[in-house]
Structures are given as structure tokens and as C-alpha cells.
């Protein structure tokens, strides 16, 4: 599941994992960052808003580090045992927020998941896509009605440029990759995207 703040990807995780079960997939829910006990610690840095000023290179490298931890000791382990994991985020996420938006090379960031991680990408990736500033909206939203207690905002603090060049990133993906990739129209209400979604899976699943 990939997308922009805001647009929905923890809500659908759970619809998706129900109708997949329904389906007789035994299925795992995970999350980058943080789908580790050590990946929490890494997590709690990358998005506390106090540390405005970490290094791109450092937070790239730090999203690595999370991933090759959460690959070795929850999602290969899963695989192997024939459950279908589903996660929050995964490598496209750190090729556009570090690649696109940051401006890193894009080329390194491939080679490092080459050589950590044997380039290990997902079956499918839904994208879950809407404009920026309606996410950014949704996801403020959410904050406020925390009531303080949401405290991960270091990316939702970032420009509206920022979260565009995110945007055209995955867009960008999604055409390179097709096979992959499946775009769905994240603005339209909850029930209407999981629609979108069952759509998807059935297509991948009857292929």
C-alpha cells in the first residue's frame, strides 16, 4: 500500500486483509516504518517534527536500515510460510520521498535495495492517489481530532511543493511499472475506494 499523507492507506489495510482471508489467505498487516521493535526506535526518529534538520542521506539511510530489519525478521519469515503480507508503505515510499522529493540519487536508492535486500519488491502495489492538499487536509484533520496525542508529523509539516513532488513520484512509478501498480482514485469516500480496491484484487487474483 503506498500513497500520500492522508490518503487512506491504514484504513483500507484492514478491509483488504478481511476480504483476502475471506478468500482463504492466511494474510500479515505491517508497516514501514516501525514494523519491528528496533523499527520503532527508527521510527520515533524519522518522524519526530523536532528533527527538521536530519541529513537527507541520513534519513534515507535510516529507512533502509528499518527495511533490512523488518525483511529479515518478520516479512521473509512470513513469506516463506506462505502467508500473504500486506504493508504500509515499502521501498516505492523511500524512492519518492527521498528520490523524487528530496532530490537523493534515485539510482543509489535502487542499488542499496539491490544489495541489502536482493531487490525484493511486492506482487502488487496499490497506490492509493489523490491531490496533495485535500490529503494534507484529511491527515490535519486526524491530528487535531487526537487531541494532541498524534505526534508524527515531521512529513505532514513539509511544503505543499514536497508533498506534490511526492505525488508526481509514485505516478511516475505506477507508468514504469504497470504490472504492478494498480492506481486508485483516493478521493472519493471510504467506501467507494474499497470498491476500487475489491476490483483489484479480483482482477490480480483471477489472473
Known amino acids: 500500500m503506498e500513497g500520500i499523507e492522508g490518503s487512506g492507506k491504514t484504513s483500507q489495510m484492514g478491509h483488504i486483509s478481511r476480504f483476502l482471508e475471506k478468500k482463504g489467505r492466511s494474510c500479515r498487516m505491517t508497516r514501514e516504518p516501525g514494523g519491528t521493535d528496533i523499527g520503532l526506535k527508527i521510527r520515533s526518529i524519522l518522524l519526530d517534527p523536532s528533527n527538521e534538520a536530519i541529513d537527507p542521506m541520513t534519513e534515507l539511510l535510516l529507512y533502509v536500515a528499518d527495511r533490512v530489519q523488518h525483511v529479515r525478521t518478520l516479512i ?121 480496491i475489491d476490483a483489484v484484487l479480483e482482477t490480480v487474483m483471477a489472473s
Open 76 to 196: 521473509e519469515p512470513w513469506l516463506a510460510s506462505g502467508k500473504t503480507v500486506l504493508c504500509d508503505r515499502y521501498f516505492d515510499a523511500t524512492l519518492v520521498y527521498q528520490g523524487f522529493a528530496r532530490g537523493l540519487d534515485k539510482e543509489l536508492i535502487q542499488t542499496l535495495h539491490k544489495i541489502t535486500l536482493n531487490d525484493l519488491k511486492p506482487d502488487v502495489t496499490i497506490l492509493l492517489d489523490l491531490p496533495p492538499a485535500t490529503g494534507l487536509a484529511r491527515a490535519w484533520r486526524r491530528i487535531e481530532e487526537s487531541g494532541g496525542k498524534e505526534i508524527e508529523t515531521r512529513f505532514e509539516k513539509e511544503a505543499l511543493k514536497f508533498h506534490e513532488a511526492v505525488r508526481g513520484g509514485y505516478l511516475e512509478l505506477a507508468r514504469l511499472e504497470p504490472d504492478r501498480f494498480f492506481v486508485i482514485d483516493a478521493s472519493q469516500d471510504q467506501k467507494n475506494v474499497s470498491t476500487q
